[in-house]
């Protein structure tokens, strides 16, 4: 009669042989990573290594560490220490490292010391890419993406909290001395708790003090009060600001922008940017992935968060053909403005004589000029006309209507004119799928929803890695083959 087999653990084994190589066959992630990585030239950083010394115990390929990081993110493991662990005990790591040893700390301090060389690596691979016919410089598609930080939102200070922590801690530090001198009595972890969260404080109040200077300078006193009331800076990363995420949540993040080419979604260039600002980040993405790629795109594409009439005169300025809706463009095109009939889109300017006709027939005239946000418009109103209308009320809500127009407004209209031909609306809609379809595969593939260094350099090394891995699983399979 047969049974159940039930594991028997108090047996011993005895390997004899085992082949690593039968852990990483052709076609296998394991073998693309260790092949690719083979090609990298890391000259720049074996040199840092003292080879000639003959003290000390023959040290691990820098290559080894890249292979071990590129595969732990593809098993979604991003902790040092579970990576620690999975080289201990897991055949993949076993055969990329020759079953050597390395411990969680090794690896951080690699990571930290190399981080400009393993950013360059990720250029390497573009190359690569290149050079494999995979990217053919026709769309650049352009998106960004917000990965929450290794921080806890409530470590987000204004300057105010943080100087009444400070006063707490240095009250509390004062008690601890007086009771040392008074009983002898030592609290020593608390003193040394409280004395790191202090010169932490006193770290981050400084940091925080330059960035209201630098955003209080062009503005005026009750500005710089607000900013100074409302500015933050995180406690435990710097580096993170509070921003909003698809879930509406808002958290301690990092915006990290991409370029990729729509032939094959190869990612050509990507930068954490120092705020949530997909406008201050546009021209700086296309000039990355020039550098990276060394070939201009035909056609830079976007979706409206990186629309600005500035934007769209530096692109002109450039000859850089794009496609890139203003924000109010498609909530125009489905008539989801808020004022209905009587939105500014709904008032036709008349180029030859330099005047507005309002939806009622109405003429308004240039009356004044004004500066906001450092550019300037021309103002247009016919406050007569506005007062006889019986309209006035849905159309405004002060006495009468005025509308701003931007004094390069031509450059705005030129770009809508582009987005209105079909073949550009057809071309258009290839941007989605390549500059978010890295994001799917980072966020759901490799359950990559947060970045577990902290710093944005550091961040700009993580990111690197995660992107190179991406293109990798791109150009593996035509470089070396799928295997058998």
């Not at 087999?5 to 852990?23: C, M």
């Not at 995979?134 to 204004?158: E, G, P, T, V, Y």
Request: hydrophobic share 35%; glycine share 6%; charged share 30%.
């Amino acid at each position: 009669m047969r049974s159940f087999i039930i594991p028997d653990r108090r047996q011993k084994l005895l390997l004899t042989e085992v082949d690593l190589n039968s852990i990483a066959p052709l076609g296998s992630v394991l073998r693309y990573i260790d092949e690719l990585v083979n090609i990298f030239d890391t000259s720049e950083i074996e040199k840092t290594y003292d080879l000639d010394s003959e003290q000390g115990r023959n040290p691990i390929h820098p290559k080894t560490y890249i292979k071990v990081g590129l595969y732990a993110l593809y098993n979604c493991r991003f902790s040092l220490r579970k990576m620690e662990y999975d080289i201990e005990h897991h055949l993949g790591y076993k055969w990329l490292t020759g079953d050597k040893a390395i411990d969680h700390s090794t690896l951080g301090k690699f990571y930290a010391k190399y981080i400009d060389e393993i950013v360059e690596l990720f250029s390497q691979v573009v190359v690569l890419c290149q050079e494999q016919g995979l990217i053919d410089f026709d769309i650049l598609a352009i998106d960004s993406m917000k990965l929450r930080a290794n921080a806890s939102h409530k470590q987000s200070k204004a300057l105010e909290p943080i100087e009444k922590e400070e006063s707490k801690i240095k009250e509390r530090l004062r008690q601890l001395i007086e009771a040392a001198t008074r009983d002898g009595s030592m609290q020593e972890e608390e003193q040394k708790a409280l004395a790191g969260r202090l010169e932490r404080l006193e770290e981050a109040k400084t940091v925080l003090q330059e960035r209201i200077e630098i955003k209080a300078a062009t503005g005026s006193g009750k500005e710089k009060l607000e900013i100074q009331k409302n500015e933050k800076i995180n406690i435990t990363d710097f580096d993170a600001h509070i921003m909003q995420q698809a879930n509406r949540e808002q958290n301690p993040a990092y915006s990290v922008t991409t370029t990729t080419d729509t032939a094959n979604d190869i990612i050509t260039h990507f930068q954490v940017n120092p705020r949530d600002d997909d406008e201050d980040s546009l021209m700086g993405a296309i000039e990355g992935s020039r550098e990276k790629s060394g070939t201009k795109h035909e056609t830079v594409e976007a979706d409206s968060g990186f629309a600005s009439k500035g934007n769209y005169e530096s692109l002109e300025q450039e000859g850089q053909e794009a496609l890139i809706p203003d924000r109010r463009l498609e909530a125009e095109e489905r008539n989801e403005v808020s004022r209905g009939g009587y939105d500014r889109s709904k008032f036709i300017y008349d180029d030859s004589v330099g005047i507005y006709i309002c939806p009622q027939g109405k003429v308004l005239g240039k009356v004044g000029e004004a500066r906001i946000k450092g550019r300037r418009y021309h103002r247009y109103a016919n406050a007569s006309a506005c007062g006889e209308c019986p309209f006035r009320d849905k159309c405004t809500k002060g006495k009468f209507r005025s509308i701003y127009r931007d004094q390069n407004e031509e450059v705005q209209e030129r770009m809508r004119a582009r987005l209105g031909l079909e073949e550009n609306r057809s071309r258009y809609k290839k941007r989605a799928h390549a500059a978010e379809s890295s994001y799917g595969y980072a966020k759901w593939n490799l359950k990559f929803t947060h970045v577990m260094r902290r710093g944005i350099e550091k961040v700009r090394m993580e990111m690197a890695l995660l992107f190179m891995l991406h293109n990798i699983m791109k150009v593996a399979p035509v470089l070396i083959g799928r295997g058998p």
